[in-house]
C-alpha cells in the first residue's frame, strides 16, 4: 500500500483469504489519504484495492494517535484497582483495539470518556461473548478481566493469537490457570469460568517471551492474593520499555530480583 501508489502503472491487490485485522488496512488507507495518496477499496469488503501509480507523498505535520493496543492495559487495570485514567486516546480512531470500551462497558465496568482520555473504575464485571476476530492484541489483557468476572466468557475468532510473539491462547491458560484461573483453552479461542473472588497468586509465572503476556500477567497480579514471580519481564521493551515505570506511578508494587 506504501509502494505501489510510486510505480509508473497503476497496480491492484486481490486478496484471496480472509483478511483478519482489517482495521489496520483502513488505518494505513487514511494515512495515506492525509498524505495524498489515495488507494479505492474496489468491493468496499477488504477484498479488492486499486492503488493508481504515479502519485506522490505530500509532507504535512500531524499528530501522532495514542495507541489504544497499550491503553487496554490500564483500562483493564483501571476496573481491577482503585481506578485508573488512560490519557491521549482518540475516540474517533480506526484502531481495532479501541473496541476495548465497549467490550468492557458490555462486562458492566466503570468508564468515563473525556475528550482524549478514558477514566476506569473498580467495580463488579460480568462475563460477555468477547469477538477477537479485529483486536486481537487486546485478547491477553481482557482475559485477565474475564478470570475474575461473574459468570463465563467466551472468546472466539482468536486463532491468530496463536501465531504472534508465541501461542498466546496457551500462554495465557497456562499461566493465568497457574495463579488460580479456570481457563480452557479452545481450538479458537477460550472459555474462561469467572472468579470474581479473585485468583490465589503465589506462583512463578512466565512472560513467553512476549511483551503482551508480561503486561497481562502484571495486570493480572492485581488481583492475586498472594504476589507472583515474572520471569521474562524485560520482554516489554519491544512496544512499551516505559511499562514498568508506568505500573509503579499507578500504584504497582514490583521487586526486582537478583
Not at 482489517?22 to 479505492?40: H, P, Q, R, W
Not at 473498580?122 to 482475559?143: E, K, M, R
Amino acid at each position: 500500500l506504501f509502494a505501489l501508489p510510486l510505480l509508473k502503472g497503476d497496480s491492484e491487490i486481490i486478496i484471496t483469504s480472509l483478511l483478519e485485522s482489517a482495521s489496520y488496512v483502513d488505518m494505513t488507507l487514511n494515512c495515506l489519504a492525509k498524505y495524498g495518496v489515495k488507494i479505492e477499496n474496489v468491493d468496499g469488503a477488504h477484498r479488492h484495492y486499486l492503488v493508481p501509480g504515479k502519485q506522490h507523498f505530500k509532507a504535512q505535520d500531524s499528530k501522532v494517535e495514542g495507541d489504544w493496543s497499550q491503553a487496554a492495559f490500564w483500562t483493564v487495570g483501571g476496573a481491577l484497582g482503585a481506578g485508573i485514567t488512560a490519557s491521549g486516546v482518540d475516540f474517533a480512531s480506526l484502531q481495532g483495539d479501541k473496541a476495548v470500551v465497549e467490550i468492557m462497558q458490555r462486562m458492566g465496568a466503570d468508564i468515563a470518556q473525556n475528550a482524549d482520555s478514558v477514566t476506569v473504575n473498580s467495580g463488579a464485571t460480568q462475563a460477555t461473548v468477547i469477538d477477537a476476530s479485529d483486536c486481537p492484541d487486546i485478547i491477553p489483557v481482557l482475559s485477565v478481566l474475564a478470570a475474575v468476572s461473574e459468570g463465563t466468557t467466551k472468546i472466539i475468532n482468536a486463532g491468530r493469537l496463536r501465531i504472534k510473539e508465541c501461542d498466546r491462547l496457551a500462554a495465557m491458560t497456562s499461566e493465568l490457570n497457574k495463579m488460580g484461573a479456570a481457563i480452557t483453552e479452545e481450538a479458537e479461542g477460550l472459555t474462561i469460568t469467572g472468579k470474581p473472588e479473585g485468583l490465589r497468586g503465589g506462583v512463578e509465572a512466565d512472560a513467553w517471551n512476549d511483551h503482551r503476556i508480561a503486561m497481562s500477567l502484571a495486570i493480572a497480579a492485581q488481583c492475586c492474593a498472594e504476589p507472583i514471580i515474572l520471569t521474562g519481564a524485560g520482554s516489554v521493551s519491544k512496544s512499551y520499555p516505559d511499562f514498568w515505570e508506568d505500573y509503579k506511578s499507578v500504584g504497582g508494587k514490583i521487586e526486582v530480583l537478583a
